[in-house]
């Protein structure tokens, strides 16, 4: 599967962003989604996750309450809602794939297809 990420940009503290990750190339519907960050010097690490269907969604704690994970089987598109932002979650977010359950604890490297990444930069 092909998946290609887009939406970030550059907003000041406390504003909104939505990301979109377009897959193609397989079937979208079997597909655990999640979002990473990668921020300069540092490790990718896990932001969120989400069932198959939609009924399942994890969050690592630090966006808890102002991130929300939500996707669209019909259009093959996964979305992460940012809102509250704040100048810590600037770095290049990745869109991922995999096969299996969605689970509360994800690695990178427990995903198999990545987007490209795009950059979200938040002014203080």
């Known amino acids: 599967v092909q998946l290609q990420a887009s939406g970030g940009g550059l907003v000041q503290s406390g504003g909104s962003l939505r990301l979109s990750c377009a897959a193609s190339?397989?079937?979208?519907?079997?597909?655990?989604m999640g979002w990473f960050r990668q921020a300069p010097g540092r490790e990718r690490e896990f932001v969120a996750a989400?069932?198959?269907?939609?009924?399942?969604?994890y969050y690592t704690d630090s966006v808890k309450g102002r991130f929300a994970i939500s996707r669209d089987n019909a259009k093959n598109t996964v979305y992460l809602q940012m809102n509250s932002l704040k100048p810590e979650d600037t770095a290049v977010y990745y869109c991922?794939?995999?096969?299996?359950?969605?689970?509360?604890?994800?690695?990178?490297?427990?995903?198999?297809?990545w987007g490209q990444g795009t950059q979200v930069t938040v002014s203080s």
């Open positions: 989400i069932s198959w269907s939609g009924s399942r969604t």
């Open positions: 190339g397989g079937t979208f519907s079997r597909y655990v």
């Open positions: 991922a794939a995999r096969l299996g359950v969605v689970s509360s604890t994800s690695t990178p490297a427990e995903y198999d297809y």
